[in-house]
């Protein structure tokens, strides 16, 4: 009677075992209609079309090179239409990877091509500012000579004065 029992009792596990079995394919079969048919063109004209050729070729009894039959079969390929078509696009920004797009620009492109630019006004602020200092400088150092020529004028003697009068002209721009 025992043996009964566990038979019974493994029966009975086994028969719970096959209904979830039945509910999980029901529920599988109705998630495999939902999902849309995959659309696989068709190549069987193409495939027989070459398929009859292959067949040409092999019934025309050419023996020896095989060179030549591979050049045939490839032209005969090279015939086919071909079903693709090439596309040129530029984008500003990528359908895929957006964040390793952004990151790119905003982490990196943007941050240096700013620091270029402030790099640049500096170097041309401080080329011009060098520039002015120069300038200045000279403007400084002719305006002190421009006192001591003065300076010689008003406390010196005949002699003095006709020697810096002459040498004036000496120097003059010509």
Wanted: no cysteine; hydrophobic share 40%; charged share 30%.
């Amino acid at each position: 009677m025992k043996d009964i029992n566990e038979l019974n009792d493994r029966m009975d596990q086994a028969d719970e075992i096959v209904e979830n079995l039945i509910i999980k394919t029901t529920e599988l079969e109705k998630q495999a209609t939902k999902v849309s048919e995959i659309n696989i063109p068709d190549y069987s004209a193409s495939l027989e079309l070459i398929m009859a050729s292959l067949n040409e070729i092999k019934d025309s009894n050419r023996v020896g090179n095989e060179m030549d039959l591979l050049k045939t079969i490839s032209a005969k390929l090279d015939k086919l239409p071909v079903a693709s078509q090439k596309q040129i696009r530029f984008l500003l920004f990528p359908e895929t990877n957006q964040g390793q797009y952004y990151k790119i620009v905003f982490g990196r492109l943007i941050p240096w091509g700013l620091a270029f630019m402030v790099a640049t006004y500096i170097f041309i602020t401080g080329y011009k500012a060098i520039a002015i200092y120069r300038y200045n400088e000279d403007v400084s150092q002719s305006v002190h000579y421009e006192r001591a020529w003065l300076y010689l004028q008003k406390h010196s003697k005949k002699k003095m004065l006709s020697a810096m009068d002459e040498a004036y002209d000496k120097t003059a721009d010509k």
